[in-house]
């Protein structure tokens, strides 16, 4: 049998903070985005403030009546990322086999760390306490024998838990539980659940498989295999190195429905998605586009391209076509999101393509303004286009 | 209206006519047959408005008149179970009884005035005509189909490119990554030379339309559309309005090596290859030496190598290659040997097929 610990930083964002200034500790600390750039929503509450009954996603006018108190603070991604790689290079002290699944979330396998640092539980207690002194972070660790349980166990209590669950508490302990609390199972799936009589996780489990996947297709086998207790999936140490997308949204400071001002946002945004892209040395074959309109109803759609791109040209050309295709003109746009998927390494066995001298003078003119902002900075060069400050005018 | 026509008969013309029924439009009208008969000959028409398709037979105890008739009559007449089949259509509300042995049909027709002309109009002078024949055609399409580009908003890359001069007509068809071309010989009606483009996947109904027996195909060019005709069948293809390469300027004339290989060793060299080629590019490495060609392929799950005996001039070279896309070619060349002509490592190999001069074919390589 395997041993899995899961680690599960409680409140991040508002944790990081305050082990960065203690004068922040033990007080109600939240972080939040800009009100007056309409993206006022809670990042993270710390318990403190949670206490007040401020919950992640409210807007911050709404908690600043429920915690007038609070400290409201505006994200800081430098300082998560330090410190969430000041975490992996503790618990790479335990033993490789370190799965990183998010900023704050990490799977390890220490089958074979007995001899070296005692059971499982113990080695769970030990890096939680670890965390906590020379980090001033708190976390939750949950235990046993695969990825999911260790999980699902973690999430059980916090802050600060400690929890152990093997498959044999599976039915005492997982199956009353409602089938929206299972790693897995999203705001889509519960009301599809619902709708087959599926309330609690013990009732996915009892389900018959041929139901599930008749719905959810290979999908449904994994949830059943997970509800009852059993996923093989290994911790593997590269899984967060393969990039699977790349993304950038922006909530616009008004409603937008004008073509020539949402492809100037599109293309601002692409061209950020294609420049990261680049970067991780990557080629994106799918371009999905989102919007969210000013009755907050959001949509997306995809459209695959026949070989993979790096360029800015065309992933913009591909939203901006997906844009024209799929959204009423006069929607209000709040929000727009370019993500790229479908990603293959670049370099590897690049198909020549007969007429296509305009992409190749184009993929070196990338290649030259890349290496300008990679040396001078992104704002050293600038397309046209998107040289216009909020009036309008050129800057 | 009304008919007796032998049930064979019939639904073999439904069934070449069906090629061209949208499963759904935006005009309803075209998700059904045309029936029209003027007394001594029954036409039956259907068009997607990309490809339309008409067929006429002769019939007898008929009389004139015309009605739509749902899709669903394909099927209809297939399964009868008589030999022969009264139709009879109310000429008041287009309801068609339609009978054979004891089985008894009524389908809703709708009236035919409203639909769009398929067949090309006769007081029209064309902008070209010539005759060909069948297999000449046949030939020329299998050897450029497969290289056109079936991706959507591809513009002259999703079409074949035909070019009649004289007594002579080339297609030629390129997904940007490869390029087919080849030619025929034809008999020119009127004189007049002609280029136009027609979208490949509308013209992969040729072969399900005409057969051997059809012989000789007479073509014609009228504004717009592009029309083959023979015995009681026509089909209009809908033109490309987009401008396609000039192919013989891409096409190298000086080459580094030429090879000759046993096309079925090579086909099934590279099928074995192909199961372990990496990518979607499917790339395949071929060591071309004086007398022995070797490929190799490898990805995450293993490796291949296959040597294959070759005839050679010129220099030895190393070249990357999308299996695929030499397979297609392999698959289309008939004469037992195939040639491989090569301009260096980065640069296209052309690949011919001896049987068939005017057919050449060009990849280009992967580049590694």
Redesign the interface.
């Known amino acids: 049998m395997r041993r899995i610990i899961h680690v599960d930083m409680n409140a991040f964002f508002a944790s990081c903070h305050q082990a960065r200034e203690p004068g922040l500790r033990g007080r109600p600390v939240l972080v939040a985005g800009d009100p007056g750039e309409r993206r006022g929503i809670i990042l993270t509450a710390s318990y403190e403030a949670r206490a007040s009954g401020v919950k992640t996603a409210m807007p911050v006018w709404q908690a600043r009546k429920l915690c007038p108190e609070g400290l409201f603070i505006r994200p800081d991604h430098r300082l998560y990322l330090d410190y969430s790689r000041r975490i992996l290079d503790i618990l790479l002290r335990y033993t490789p086999l370190v799965e990183p699944y998010s900023i704050d979330e990490a799977w390890l396998d220490v089958t074979g760390c007995g001899r070296l640092f005692g059971p499982a539980e113990e080695i769970a207690l030990d890096l939680q306490r670890r965390l906590g002194d020379e980090l001033e972070l708190p976390c939750s660790v949950g235990i046993s024998s695969n990825k999911f349980l260790a999980k699902m166990a973690s999430e059980r209590q916090k802050p600060r838990g400690f929890t152990v669950l093997y498959p044999e508490q599976v039915p005492a302990v997982l199956w009353p539980l409602p089938v929206g609390e299972m790693v897995g199972v999203g705001r889509k799936t519960i009301p599809v659940l619902q709708e087959m009589g599926v309330a609690t996780i013990g009732q996915l489990a009892a389900m018959p498989v041929r139901l599930l996947s008749g719905r959810f297709g290979v999908m449904g086998e994994i949830l059943h295999q997970l509800a009852r207790g059993h996923d093989e999936s290994p911790v593997d140490p590269s899984a967060l190195d393969s990039v699977k997308s790349v993304g950038h949204s922006v909530t616009l400071p008004r409603d937008i429905s004008d073509p020539a001002e949402v492809d100037t946002v599109l293309l601002d945004l692409c061209d950020k998605v294609a420049r990261r892209l680049r970067r991780s040395g990557c080629l994106a074959r799918t371009v999905s586009l989102t919007v969210r309109d000013h009755n907050f109803v959001n949509m997306t759609r995809a459209r695959t391209l026949?070989?993979?791109t790096g360029l800015t040209e065309v992933i913009y050309h591909t939203a901006r076509e997906i844009h024209r295709h799929s959204f009423e003109p006069w929607r209000k746009i709040r929000l727009l999101g370019v993500t790229v998927s479908n990603l293959?390494e670049a370099g590897?066995?690049?198909?020549?393509?007969?007429?296509?001298a305009d992409s190749e003078r184009l993929e070196r003119l990338t290649r030259t303004v890349d290496r300008l902002k990679d040396r001078f900075g992104d704002d050293s060069l600038q397309r046209a286009r998107l040289c216009q400050t909020k009036g309008g005018g050129p800057k | 209206m009304r008919l007796s026509v032998p049930r064979s008969v019939l639904a073999d013309h439904l069934q070449v006519v069906s090629r061209a029924i949208p499963s759904r439009s935006t005009v309803p009208v075209l998700e059904g047959v045309l029936f029209e008969s003027d007394g001594n000959r029954m036409t039956l028409a259907a068009t997607n408005l990309e490809i339309g398709i008409s067929t006429s037979f002769a019939v007898s105890h008929t009389e004139t008149g015309k009605v739509v008739l749902p899709a669903k009559v394909v099927d209809i007449i297939k399964r009868l179970p008589g030999e022969s089949v009264q139709i009879n259509v109310d000429t008041a509300n287009y309801h068609t009884d339609i009978k054979s042995g004891q089985a008894d049909f009524q389908l809703y027709g709708t009236s035919g005035d409203e639909f769009p002309a398929v067949k090309a109009r006769e007081d029209e002078t064309p902008v070209c005509t010539f005759t060909i024949k069948i297999e000449e055609l046949r030939r020329m399409l299998r050897q450029t189909l497969f290289s056109v580009?079936y991706?959507e908003g591809?513009g002259a890359f999703n079409g074949v490119f035909f070019s009649l001069k004289e007594e002579k007509i080339s297609l030629s068809s390129?997904d940007?990554?490869?390029?087919a071309t080849t030619s025929g010989a034809v008999q020119n009606k009127n004189g007049k030379d002609a280029d136009f483009l027609i979208p490949g996947r509308i013209l992969q109904e040729v072969n399900r339309i005409f057969d051997d027996e059809d012989d000789v195909i007479t073509a014609a060019l009228y504004g717009g559309r592009f029309f083959l005709s023979c015995g009681g069948k026509e089909a209009g293809f809908r033109l490309l309005d987009d401008n396609f390469?000039n192919v013989s300027r891409?096409i190298p004339s000086d080459f580094y090596a030429r090879a000759s290989v046993d096309a079925i060793s090579l086909q099934r060299a590279l099928e074995r290859a192909v199961l372990l080629s990496?990518?979607?590019?499917q790339?395949v490495r071929l060591a071309v030496e004086q007398d022995m060609l070797t490929i190799r392929a490898a990805s995450k799950y293993g490796r291949i190598q296959e040597k294959l005996p070759l005839s050679m001039e010129g220099e030895k070279l190393e070249i990357?290659l999308?299996a695929r896309f030499m397979l297609d070619m392999l698959k289309n060349c008939e004469g037992e040997a195939c040639s491989l002509d090569f301009v260096g490592h980065?640069k296209?190999c052309v690949m011919r097929d001896p049987l068939h001069p005017q057919f050449l074919y060009?990849v280009?390589?992967?580049?590694?």
Request: proline fraction near 11%.
């Open positions: 026949g070989e993979p293959t590897v066995g690049h198909q020549l393509s007969l007429f296509g | 580009s991706e591809k390129s940007t990554f490869r390029l390469p891409v990496d990518g979607i590019n790339v990357s999308n980065n296209p060009m280009l390589p992967v580049k590694t």
